[in-house]
């Protein structure tokens, strides 16, 4: 049974940086992609990037500039860091399996505010 | 960037009724990387179809996908009372994005 759990502080001050851990359980890390995916209160969903093996990532390019994704496969773990968050960072974090989502976390609410 | 328009916004329908939503890109998608998903409140997005028309584990067949290119369809044939929920079309290619939900209400 593939389970993922992200976790991570619930509350970021305006202009540092969001750390978020993605735990994977019951699967290899290094077989498949891992997404990160975010969705501000009763709005839709919005792709953050992508990363495979440590060697390849894909970010959304309205994010790119501010995002960087890693692996730690000795903790099965998947992280997101976001820099320079603003109000409109504020959003439920998913970390989820694949190309396409087959596998997806509960989410992690994520507030910015001082 | 494809960006990803859903129609309608909203359907309102009753149970045992057939559902039909649409997914319109605004340049072809490559490969027929295009998924469907299913959300209910509070919960994480569920993968209902891949590659515009395979069902996913575990997802009944009365869910069918359809379409290639720019024109893709979700279709519930005959819904049950869980299948009230939203649904969103994702494109997987290289830079993928989603498009902004259809709401299938109960009338």
């Known amino acids: 049974q593939v389970q993922l759990q992200e976790s991570g502080p619930g509350l970021v001050k305006p202009s540092e940086t969001l750390s978020l851990t993605c735990t994977v359980s019951?699967?290899?890390?290094?077989?498949?992609?891992w997404s990160w995916i975010r969705q501000p209160a009763g709005k839709g969903l919005e792709w953050i990037g992508r990363?495979?093996?440590?060697?390849?990532?894909n970010y959304n390019p309205s994010l790119k500039s501010r995002v960087t994704m890693s692996i730690d496969t000795s903790k099965n773990q998947i992280s997101l860091k976001l820099s320079s968050v603003t109000a409109a960072d504020t959003a439920v974090y998913y970390c989820?399996?694949?190309?396409?989502?087959?596998?997806w976390g509960q989410g992690t609410l994520v507030t910015v505010s001082s | 960037e494809i960006v990803l328009t859903q129609s309608p916004g909203t359907l309102s329908l009753s149970p045992g009724e057939r559902a039909t939503l649409s997914c319109r890109a605004s340049?072809?998608?490559?490969?027929?990387?295009l998924a469907w998903y299913q959300q209910k409140p509070g919960q994480a997005p569920r993968l209902l179809i891949y590659?515009?028309?395979s069902r996913a584990t575990g997802i009944p067949d009365t869910f069918s996908g359809s379409g290639s290119g720019t024109d893709f369809t979700l279709t519930i044939s005959r819904l049950e009372p869980e299948d009230f929920a939203v649904y969103y079309c994702?494109?997987?290619?290289?830079?993928?994005?989603f498009g902004p939900g259809t709401k299938v209400e109960i009338k």
């Open positions: 989820a399996r694949g190309y396409y989502q087959d596998y």
């Open positions: 019951g699967d290899s890390i290094n077989t498949y992609y």
């Open positions: 990363i495979y093996f440590s060697v390849s990532t």
């Open positions: 340049q072809s998608v490559n490969s027929n990387y």
């Open positions: 590659g515009a028309s």
């Open positions: 994702q494109q997987y290619g290289s830079s993928p994005t």
